[in-house]
């Protein structure tokens, strides 16, 4: 991965040459390095404003789609992935990245046929192995997601009941036995942003990939789940699995938000709460939410 000192430094040297030289073809560079340090508003008005000179630049179309795929534009990203092969023809990248564009839109089919046809003739490629692998399983995990939504009975009042019918006293009886009711990450996602003070919740597999996701934050949640995804990946293998077991919990607080992280055998929840809520009675609420998750 390359560094922020890397991309810094990339990025200054490209905005010398394109000030220096306005129609330099430079801005594609500097659009991607933008990119890949996060700043997708910067990449996406230096890529826009590269291809108004340059539009017949099929490598600055091929940025474009990656700008448009990470901030979740995914019918806009296929336009310019096509577009960069309507200009250059169909490369092995255009078409990698197409294919990671259909996983994303749901169109597993259309990425495995396409995903098969590159592994005929580069069988050895981990990138098209990787992607395949996600392409035929991400099917699966929607199918064993779809479940019964579970009824909201985190909390049941106890029945009071009177001992004699002439105005006797009462006394509190034991509530009547109640079938537990399990969530799946769909319905467990959906009642967690209904929980005050919690304003995103994602289920993210552990290839980075947005599985569930109620998110109200202007944050980008595919770049959110896929940083997180691969911190909490990083932070599992190198520091906690080999001395005191898996990770199963995170919390990181900011300036900002605050974000509660739970990890699970088949991939993590990523809940975002507002900075000016009550921590501990929204983690309370939401173990109870994680208590009830069955996949």
């Known amino acids: 991965m390359t560094s922020t000192i890397e991309l810094n430094d990339r990025i200054s040297k490209c905005r010398r040459i394109l000030e220096a030289d306005p129609s330099s073809q430079i801005f594609a560079a500097l659009a991607e390095s933008y990119r890949k340090k996060g700043e997708l508003d910067k990449a996406f008005r230096v890529c826009q404003g590269g291809l108004?000179?340059?539009?017949?630049?099929?490598?600055?179309?091929?940025?474009m789609a990656k700008i448009d795929l990470d901030r979740g534009l995914y019918d806009w990203a296929e336009s310019e992935a096509k577009e960069a092969a309507k200009l250059d023809g169909w490369t092995r990248n255009i078409e990698l990245l197409l294919s990671e564009i259909?996983?994303?839109?749901?169109?597993?089919?259309?990425?495995?046929?396409?995903?098969?046809?590159?592994?005929?003739?580069d069988p050895g490629n981990s990138q098209i192995k990787k992607l395949l692998s996600i392409a035929q399983r991400l099917p699966e995990e929607h199918k064993r997601m779809?479940?019964?939504?579970?009824?909201?009975?985190?909390?049941?009042?106890l029945t009071r009941v009177p001992i004699d019918e002439k105005g006797g006293d009462t006394e509190t009886a034991p509530p009547e036995p109640i079938e537990k009711s399990y969530l799946n990450a769909a319905g467990l996602v959906e009642q967690a942003v209904e929980i005050d003070g919690v304003n995103g919740a994602l289920f993210v597999n552990f290839d980075g990939l947005i599985v569930e996701s109620e998110w109200l934050l202007q944050m980008d949640q595919v770049l959110f789940g896929a940083s997180f995804s691969e911190i909490i990946n990083e932070l599992n293998v190198q520091l906690f699995e080999n001395s005191f077991g898996k990770l199963e919990s995170l919390l990181i607080e900011t300036e900002g938000p605050t974000f509660l992280i739970s990890r699970k055998e088949e991939g993590m929840f990523l809940f975002a709460t507002t900075e000016t809520t009550n921590l501990g009675a929204v983690k309370m609420k939401i173990e109870k939410l994680l208590?009830?998750?069955r996949s």
């Open 291 to 293: 208590n009830l998750f």
């Open 146 to 157: 779809i479940g019964v939504s579970a009824a909201n009975n985190l909390t049941s009042d």
């Open 52 to 63: 108004k000179i340059h539009p017949s630049y099929g490598a600055a179309h091929v940025v």
């Open 102 to 121: 259909y996983i994303y839109k749901g169109q597993f089919d259309a990425a495995i046929k396409l995903l098969n046809r590159l592994s005929q003739s």
